[in-house]
């Protein structure tokens, strides 16, 4: 009966051990690091704004959207899109910004095509509906001439950036200013693969 019980108890700590290094990815037990997309996607995204006064939230995990990436310039690039299921068509508003301090978007420094190097390079602060947008609870905005969008980074680490953001868009439908405010995000940070 002794042989039995020290058996089982190597052959409980074997299975512990074979656990504990195989969890995170399928390579893990390889390489001893788990796979960085996956610790991305079990992190909690967060963020909220408002414009013309209707609140656009999300809080949860997201494999695509609501993270941030960096670039080897400095540069932030993110999407907040809420992933409720619930939600038919939701909004994404895109940004591209400093990865600290301040960055205040103009129509004249405005990367309206998303590209380096045209129009002062990737500074975007994009709203955009869903197509095709069969949901009439969204009003569509553009970033209109005299639009403005002012984005402050609040806090950067290695894995994690957040900030605020206000300003003004416009309104597709009426072509009237709309107002931008209480805008925040927290979202997961990884480095853009080049």
Same mark, same amino acid.
């Given at each position: 009966?002794?042989? *039995?019980?020290?058996? =089982?108890?190597?052959?409980?700590?074997?299975?512990?051990?074979? =656990? *504990?290094? @195989?969890?995170?990815?399928?390579?893990?037990?390889?390489?001893?690091?788990? $796979?960085? &997309?996956?610790?991305?996607?079990?992190?909690?995204?967060?963020? @909220?704004? /408002?414009? $013309?006064?209707?609140?656009?939230?999300?809080?949860?995990?997201?494999?695509?959207?609501?993270?941030?990436?960096? +670039?080897?310039?400095?540069?932030?690039?993110?999407?907040?899109?809420?992933? $409720?299921?619930?939600?038919?068509?939701?909004?994404?508003?895109?940004?591209?910004?400093?990865?600290?301090?301040?960055?205040?978007?103009?129509?004249?420094?405005? $990367?309206?095509?998303?590209?380096?190097?045209?129009?002062?390079?990737?500074?975007?602060?994009?709203?955009?509906?869903?197509?095709?947008?069969?949901?009439?609870?969204?009003? +569509?905005?553009?970033?209109?001439?005299?639009?403005?969008?002012?984005?402050?980074?609040? @806090? /950067?680490?290695?894995?994690? *950036?957040?900030?605020?953001?206000?300003?003004?868009?416009?309104?597709? &439908?009426?072509?009237?200013?709309?107002?931008?405010?209480?805008?925040?995000?927290?979202?997961?940070?990884?480095?853009?693969?080049?």
């Amino acid at each position: 009966m002794k042989k *039995i019980t020290s058996y =089982l108890s190597i052959l409980a700590v074997a299975i512990s051990g074979f =656990l *504990i290094t @195989s969890c995170g990815s399928p390579n893990a037990s390889v390489t001893g690091n788990t $796979d960085h &997309a996956v610790l991305m996607s079990k992190e909690i995204s967060t963020f @909220s704004y /408002k414009i $013309d006064g209707q609140i656009y939230s999300w809080s949860g995990h997201d494999d695509y959207a609501n993270q941030a990436a960096i +670039d080897s310039k400095g540069e932030v690039f993110f999407t907040l899109m809420s992933n $409720d299921p619930a939600e038919k068509n939701p909004p994404q508003f895109g940004f591209g910004v400093n990865a600290v301090g301040s960055t205040t978007i103009k129509w004249e420094n405005m $990367d309206r095509f998303k590209s380096s190097g045209s129009n002062g390079g990737n500074r975007f602060a994009n709203f955009r509906l869903s197509f095709p947008n069969e949901n009439e609870k969204y009003p +569509d905005y553009e970033f209109g001439r005299t639009s403005t969008v002012t984005v402050v980074i609040t @806090s /950067k680490s290695e894995t994690r *950036i957040t900030g605020t953001f206000s300003g003004e868009l416009v309104n597709v &439908a009426t072509q009237k200013p709309s107002p931008l405010t209480d805008g925040k995000f927290d979202l997961p940070l990884r480095k853009q693969k080049q």
